[in-house]
């Protein structure tokens, strides 16, 4: 199971951080993702980091902005975001995926609940 948490309302400019807490698999075995589903369209790729935490991947996006973590010992990954922008609204979700990482949500195996941003001044 995946528990996403720490979404809320954040006036733009302003940094927030999700948290995504992982129970029930072999959490080192997997790369975690960020994924988001802006109001009325389709879920985008965020954010992965491999399951050692050695590389990270971002889309363009949020390029620069955002920084993904994860600690295996906690079972624990993290989205921090800085610079927040109105386009950032959207639900955010927590994904594992066996033995990679990719920007592909099809690949992932377990997905949190999702946590509501909203950046609005």
């Known amino acids: 199971q995946l528990q996403a948490s720490g979404g809320g309302l954040v006036q733009p400019g302003g940094s927030l951080t999700l948290s995504c807490a992982a129970s029930?698999?072999?959490?080192?075995?997997?790369?975690m993702g960020w994924f988001r589903q802006p109001p009325g369209k389709e879920r985008e790729f965020v954010a992965t980091v491999t399951w050692s935490g050695s590389s990270k991947y971002y889309a363009d996006s949020v390029n620069g902005r955002f920084t993904i973590s994860r600690d295996n010992a906690k079972r624990m990954v993290w989205l921090q975001m800085r610079a927040l922008k109105a386009e950032d609204t959207a639900v955010y979700y927590c994904a594992a995926e066996k033995g990679l990482a990719t920007k592909y949500a099809e690949n992932y195996h377990y997905w949190g609940q999702g946590t509501l941003v909203t950046v609005s001044s």
């Open positions: 029930g698999f072999a959490f080192g075995d997997y790369g």
